[in-house]
Nanobody, 115 residues
Framework: QVQVVESGGGLVQPGGSLRLSCAAS????????MGWYRQAAGKPREWVAQ???????NYSDSVRGRFTIARDNAKNTVYLQMNSLQLEDTAVYYC?????????WGQGTQVTVSS
């Protein structure tokens, strides 16, 4: 079993920055992908970014150039550095852990961008 816990959300003004963290624990598989998704009120969940266990990264067009995903394999933790935040980045951000036999989600952390 794998548990995933996010942290770091909050309220920020447009143009500001936040860093989200996601810690995975339990039966961690060496080869895995971890990623971030988000869901704004009244909208479906959308993929934001992902990183493989060897550090390969991918970003959605809406965040590329503003968000950076990184991971610390020794801590089984993935980070999402969010810069130049915009009103439309407001959402609940979910961390996802995916490996052979696992597709686990965290409980989500709220990010609100507002002036």
């Amino acid at each position: 079993q794998v548990q995933v816990v996010e942290s770091g959300g909050g309220l920020v003004q447009p143009g500001g920055s936040l860093r989200l963290s996601c810690a995975a624990s339990g039966s961690i598989v060496g080869f895995n992908n971890m990623g971030w998704y988000r869901q704004a009120a009244g909208k479906p969940r959308e993929w934001v970014a992902q990183i493989s266990s060897v550090g390969d990264t991918n970003y959605s067009d809406s965040v590329r150039g503003r968000f950076t995903i990184a991971r610390d394999n020794a801590k089984n933790t993935v980070y999402l550095q969010m810069n130049s935040l915009q009103l439309e980045d407001t959402a609940v951000y979910y961390c996802n852990y995916r490996a052979m036999g696992y597709n686990e989600w965290g409980q989500g952390t709220q990010v609100t961008v507002s002036s």
